[in-house]
């Protein structure tokens, strides 16, 4: 079973818009992160969230994080046509050693 | 450059050959990573290195053969491949591993493997 699921799959939004996208995860989790992928290309890191933080900026980016759920969102503020890619959230697993899980991320299209 | 360099970009291999995939970084990280990324399926952790010691398989089938000689360099060799191993491999690296890791990781581009 995955240990990282993002939703929705895809989003599509016009230029100027906010994007969220959430990741739901299963088992206690020391960190999340999320990454940014353009097409055919290597996962670039874009924030990494402690269990023991609620929410984290960087930029345009604006991630929340709650425990009590299982859950992540990532906010992109004033959406630009260079945003477009797909976004993955990553979580650790307390219980296995070494293992990182990426969920099967979300498609952002945004149209100029 | 991410500061994860991966090549061959592109590989096209028949099902008897061997070939391996090459991954380097100078970014002084002591941890390094192999992933699948095939299509519509997420990605797919293969292999964990850290301090050149292996920490993590997967459940690779032995067709896949890691090597890290050291904590800059690591291969992943390859022999009798399946067309169902076509896809997207990823070398990462980070600072360190292990439980309560809080480290994020640099990918390198990938190679796109075709087995034909």
């Known amino acids: 079973s995955q240990q990282g699921e993002e939703d929705p799959q895809a989003l599509s939004i016009q230029e100027g818009e906010n994007a969220t996208m959430n990741c739901s995860y299963k088992?206690?989790?020391?960190?999340l992160q999320w990454y940014r992928q353009n097409s055919g290309r290597g996962l670039v890191h874009l924030i990494l969230?402690?269990?023991?933080?609620r929410e984290k900026h960087s930029g345009r980016l604006r991630v929340t994080l709650d425990t009590s759920k299982k859950s992540s969102s990532l906010l992109i503020t004033a959406s630009r046509a260079a945003d477009t890619a797909s976004y993955f959230c990553?979580?650790?697993?307390?219980?296995?050693?070494?293992?990182?899980?990426f969920g099967p991320g979300t498609s952002l299209s945004v149209i100029p | 450059e991410t500061g994860v360099t991966q090549t061959p970009r592109h590989l096209v291999m028949g099902m008897t050959n061997k070939k391996s995939l090459k991954c380097e970084q100078h970014?002084?990280?002591?941890?390094m990573y192999w992933y699948k990324q095939s299509a519509k399926k997420p990605l797919e952790l293969m292999f964990v290195?850290?301090?050149?010691?292996?920490?993590e398989n997967n459940s690779v089938p032995s067709r896949f053969s890691p090597e890290c000689p050291n904590s800059s360099h690591l291969f992943l060799h390859l022999h009798t491949l399946q067309p169902e191993d076509s896809a997207l491999y990823l070398c990462?690296?980070?600072?360190?591993?292990?439980?309560?890791?809080?480290?994020?990781?640099?990918f390198g581009s990938g190679t796109r493997l075709t087995v034909v």
């Open positions: 990462a690296s980070s600072q360190g591993a292990g439980r309560g890791f809080n480290y994020g990781y640099t």
């Open positions: 088992t206690s989790i020391n960190n």
């Open positions: 969230i402690r269990s023991n933080e």
């Open positions: 990553a979580t650790d697993d307390r219980t296995s050693y070494d293992k990182v899980i």
């Open positions: 970014l002084g990280h002591n941890a």
């Open positions: 290195y850290n301090f050149k010691e292996q920490t």
